[in-house]
Nanobody, 115 residues
C-alpha cells in the first residue's frame, strides 16, 4: 500500500512562509489529482489547493494569492508554498493523491502560525 509522507510543517510567525512537501513511499502511476487539505481543531477537513491533469490548479478563497501548489511528476511529489501566513492558517495539513490505483492520504503535518 502506498503511503504519503508530509514534511515541512512547524511554527512560524504571522507573515512568514513555509513550504510543505509530500512524497509517496513508492511510485504511483497515472495520478489524476494532487491536493492539500487542512483541518483545524474542532473543524472539518477542508480543501486548500489542488492540481489536476494538465496542471490546472484550484485554491480555497482563503488562501488565494498566498499559497501555491506544484508537483514533480517524476518524483511522485506535491508541494505547497505558503506565504504571508496568518494565525487562521493553523491546522494539520494533509496531502492527497487520486490515481488509477486508488486514493491516498498522508498522515498530516502540523502548521502553527503564532507570534
Amino acid at each position: 500500500q502506498v503511503q504519503l509522507v508530509e514534511s515541512g510543517g512547524g511554527l512560524v510567525q504571522p507573515g512568514g512562509s513555509l513550504r510543505l512537501s509530500c512524497a509517496a513511499s513508492r511510485s504511483i502511476l497515472s495520478i489524476n489529482t494532487r491536493a492539500w487539505y487542512r483541518q483545524a481543531p474542532g473543524k472539518e477537513r477542508e480543501l486548500v489547493a489542488s492540481i489536476i491533469t494538465g496542471s490546472t490548479t484550484n485554491y480555497a478563497d482563503s488562501v488565494k494569492g498566498r499559497f501555491t501548489i506544484s508537483r514533480e511528476n517524476a518524483e511522485n511529489m506535491v508541494y505547497l508554498q505558503m506565504n504571508s501566513l496568518k494565525p487562521e492558517d493553523t491546522a494539520i495539513y494533509y496531502c492527497y493523491f487520486l490515481a488509477w490505483s486508488g486514493a491516498f492520504w498522508g498522515q498530516g503535518t502540523q502548521v502553527t502560525v503564532s507570534s
